[in-house]
């Protein structure tokens, strides 16, 4: 499961979702590692809030060209850099290929 998100290798725009509410926020990604991700998440989201996230993958990583899949996951941390840009480490709980249309 984690192997396939943890595959991009280079910051990312995009929008994540809370999960049963029908807000949106916006969320820039900053880390990966095996088990999550670390987000700029505007506006801050709180710890243990559930997400849906859309990652686009590239083909050397599915085979296909940019493939698209959807992840759940739980914000486990929420923080602000000094800087004031609001963090978020989201741990993956699962993800699905997302079929083009």
Do not use: N
């Not at 083909?59 to 840009?85: D, H, P």
Request: glycine share 12%; net charge negative.
């Amino acid at each position: 499961m984690g192997s396939t998100c943890t595959a991009l290798k280079h910051p990312d725009t995009g929008f994540l979702s809370p999960v049963g509410r029908l807000a949106i926020s916006f969320g820039m990604l900053q880390k990966l590692s095996e088990s999550g991700v670390l987000l700029e998440s505007h506006p801050p989201l709180p710890e243990g809030a559930s997400l849906e996230m859309i990652f686009e993958m590239p083909q050397e990583i599915t085979g296909q060209a940019y493939s698209r899949v959807l992840c759940r996951g739980e914000v486990v941390r929420s923080i602000f850099e000094k800087s004031g840009i609001p963090l978020v480490g989201v741990t993956i709980s699962g993800y699905r290929f997302l079929l083009e249309g």
